[in-house]
């Protein structure tokens, strides 16, 4: 059974950092490329960076790009999101989400993804 578990979330003042972590288990994960998508009260769940298998490519949403930073490391099956900045409109559900490694289409469409976190909480207070 595939699991997908992030941490790291919480309260952060404007201007603050985060680092959320998210572990699958269940798959192999250097087979999948990694996204980190978020979605606040009332809105759509949108994306915010992805990661390709090796770690060697990444792409970021406008809103997070510059203050933002997807990692991985395959030998821990991990994959990170680094935020610095923080602003109140990053609050948020973050999830980690996981699809195959040759999987076509654009990695900012959730449909792409095979499987999800429970996500995260992230609250940036002003």
């Known amino acids: 059974q595939v699991q997908l578990v992030e941490s790291g979330g919480g309260l952060v003042q404007a201007g603050g950092s985060l680092r959320l972590s998210c572990a699958p288990s269940?798959?192999?994960?250097?087979?999948?490329?990694m996204g980190w998508f978020r979605q606040a009260p009332g809105k759509e769940r949108e994306f915010v960076a992805a990661?390709?298998?090796?770690?060697?490519?990444?792409s970021y949403a406008d809103s997070v790009r510059g203050r933002s930073t997807i990692s991985r490391d395959n030998t821990k099956n991990t994959v990170y999101l680094q935020m610095n900045r923080l602003k109140p409109e990053d609050t948020a559900v973050y999830y980690c989400?996981?699809?195959?490694?040759?999987?076509?289409?654009?990695?900012?469409?959730?449909?792409?993804?095979?499987?999800w976190g429970q996500g995260t909480q992230v609250t940036v207070s002003s």
């Open positions: 990661i390709n298998w090796s770690g060697g490519t990444a």
């Open positions: 269940g798959l192999t994960f250097s087979s999948y490329k």
């Open positions: 989400a996981a699809k195959p490694r040759y999987s076509r289409g654009s990695d900012d469409y959730t449909d792409g993804y095979d499987y």
